[in-house]
Each structure stands twice: as C-alpha cells, then as structure tokens.
C-alpha cells in the first residue's frame, strides 16, 4: 500500500476525475432548416439530455498499458475524445501529461482528394511533426504501411484497412508519452495486426508510453493490456487486472 501513497502526480500521464458527458439530443425530428429556427426563435425547440459517460474516474500511470472495454455505444470512444482533448466533458476534469498520438476516428486528420504521400505530410503536421522530420522518415512509414505502389494515388480509392495502416505508422514512427488506439486495428488484416502489436509491445517494453486501447476483440485486449477498464451504458462497471476484468466482461453474455 505503501508505494502506491508514494505515486507522485506527475507519475500519471491521464488523470479522469468525476467526468460526465451530456449531449443535447432533440427530442423530436425537424424535417428542415427552416422548422428549426422558427422553433428556436419561439423557444419551442427542446432536447432530452442524454448520459453518455456519468461520473467516471480513473489514473494511468506513464507506461500503463491499458484495454477499454465495455458494448457498444457505451462510452468508449467519448471517453478517448475527452482525453484528446476532442470533447469538453461536460463535468468533472481530465488531465493529460505529454503528447498524443490519438487514433480514434479512421480518417480523421486526412483528406480523400490527397494523395497517399500528401496526406502523410498533412497528417504528420497535425501531429506536430516537421517536413523535414518527415522527409527522414517517409520510407519508414511507406515500408511500415506496405504502401509502396499506392504512394501517389488518391486516398479516396484506399480501401479501409489501408488506410488505418497509413494512420497507425504515422502516429507510431517516433515514441509517443501517449497512444490512443481506437478500433483502428480491427478494420486491418491478421498480419497487419501482428504488425501493430509488435509494435505497441515494443513501445510496452521502452517503459515509457502510456496505452489506451479500444477493441471489440477481448482476446487482443489480453494479449496486449496489462489492466483493463470497462465502461457499460456510460457507467464504470470495472477497473483492474485485465484478466479479471475480461473474464468478468465475458462472463455477462453467459
Ligand atoms: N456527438 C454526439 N451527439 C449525441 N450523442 C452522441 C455523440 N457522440 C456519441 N453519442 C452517443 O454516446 C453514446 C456513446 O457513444 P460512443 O461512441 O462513445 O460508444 P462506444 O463505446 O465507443 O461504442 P462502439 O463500441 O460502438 O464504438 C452512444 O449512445 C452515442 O450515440
Ligand atoms: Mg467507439
């Protein structure tokens, strides 16, 4: 017990405290533009709140490498848009240490009408990279995405899982403090995936990068995380052992 007292904050690379998020959802379908500023203007337009996240708290430490899990629309990718600073929570705080590499929404950061190599420029700039530092390492991300003849075609005529290649060498070509890995896997192949966590275990090994890793595929949250959180219908169901926590998420389908 001792040593986790001892935990100093600037240990803590995301810090959840007591977060909640409420969108404005309307609460009934306007057909057009102009139904909904008479609505407005008269003041009848009204919206049911709904809980997407309530209360929700929780730390990671630099270099936890940890699985959120939890069904669908139950508040995982919100909870990653708040720690990337994406969504303003709408109570409580989030705190973050360091730089992000978040991969939450596929295609976001890039444009269709680009080429392969335009958009690892534009993207990479985003990210906060230089051309120069790019120009460096553009083999690395070509030959890491095994996108060599594509280099030059427009982004629009990727296939998904392309894509999602493009966006995990990026974000991944120097050591991030923090990666977010949203699903962005899934849409890739079985040798792709390998690919990818090799490479996040190679990050889990340096020590000093934090992981935030969404999948739907329990058996990878495994092989990968070492604690998992599970997150059910906007609610903190379980935060611990990613074995326990697992076997727990499993066990409710039973
Ligand atoms: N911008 C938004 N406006 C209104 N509701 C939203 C918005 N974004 C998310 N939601 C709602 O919040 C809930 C949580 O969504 P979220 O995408 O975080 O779920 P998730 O756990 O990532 O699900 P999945 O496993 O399907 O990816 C859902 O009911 C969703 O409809
Ligand atoms: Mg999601």
């Not at 929570?89 to 295609?107: D, F, K, M, Q, Y």
């Amino acid at each position: 017990m001792a040593d986790i007292a001892q935990v100093a904050d600037n240990d803590y690379s995301i810090e959840v405290d007591d977060v909640t998020m409420i969108f404005n959802m309307a609460s009934e379908s306007l057909t057009n533009l102009k139904e909904y500023f008479i609505k407005l203007v008269r003041h009848e337009l009204f919206f049911k709140e709904f809980r997407a996240l309530r209360n929700i708290s929780f730390k990671v430490r630099r270099g936890e490498v940890v699985g959120l899990v939890g069904t669908n629309g139950s508040g995982k990718s919100t909870m990653l848009k708040i720690i990337a600073g994406v969504l303003e929570p709408s109570e409580g705080t989030c705190r973050v240490r360091g730089n992000i590499a978040p991969l939450i929404e596929l295609g976001a950061g890039f444009d269709p009408e680009l080429t392969a190599r335009e958009n690892i420029y534009l993207n990479g700039a985003l990210l906060g990279y230089t051309k120069e530092f790019i120009d460096a390492n553009l083999q690395g991300i070509i030959d890491f995405a095994e996108l060599h003849d594509f280099i030059d075609m427009p982004l629009k005529n990727f296939s998904s899982g392309m894509v999602a290649r493009i966006a995990f060498a990026i974000a991944t070509i120097t050591e991030p403090d923090i990666l977010i890995v949203d699903e962005t896997l899934s849409v890739g192949d079985v040798f792709f995936q390998r690919k990818c966590e090799e490479r996040i275990r190679h990050f889990i090994e340096s020590g000093d990068v934090t992981v935030l890793f969404v999948s739907h595929d329990i058996e990878q949250v495994e092989r990968i995380c070492q604690r998992a959180i599970w997150i059910e219908k906007g609610d903190l169901r379980m935060d611990g052992p990613v074995g326990e926590v697992c076997e727990a998420y499993r066990n409710q389908f039973r």
